[in-house]
């Protein structure tokens, strides 16, 4: 164990320290690379930065607004009849949008429900498996410029439906 701990500590300089050397080596002006790519990448930043806080507004809204109580309440019925936890449904509709609210959600079910019950492990397994939509799609496709999305978004909604319901399907499966 003090071993793994030892290389885990040391591999992140070992590897800044061999980029380096490895530049020395080329005969490559290491420091003023670096410069010139912190200078990209604040330039970087201050392009997507719109696109940031348009998702991070939305998140905001969508969790003040009653949307995602208002969906819980529309789906309550088909969850009870299919056995899922409504639980499932809050991480469910968060995680596209913002990781760490998907991880407070999830937080929440583990203290809430128990770290061995069915809400739990779906939710993890959602957690594992999904992605940040939303929030990629805005870096992305603002790091890059894309204005038109046409079928993009869609396609990435029904995606996350898709792995949400073999999510929940695979934990039932196993438990």
Sequence with gaps: MKTISLISQLIIPLFILLTILYGCIKRVRVYDCFV???KEGVGVV?????YLLA???AV???QSSGAFEFIQGLLQGVLEILQIPMD???IALIKP???SASLGVFTNIVKTSGPDSLATRIS????GSAETTFYVLAVYLGAVGIKRTRYLIPVCVIADLVGIIIAVGIVKLFS
């Design 36 to 38: 010139s790519g912190a």
């Design 46 to 50: 201050i392009r997507i930065f719109p």
């Design 55 to 57: 998702i991070f507004v």
């Design 60 to 62: 905001k809204a969508f």
């Design 88 to 90: 499932v449904v809050s």
């Design 97 to 99: 949008l913002s990781g």
């Design 124 to 127: 993890a397994v959602i957690m």
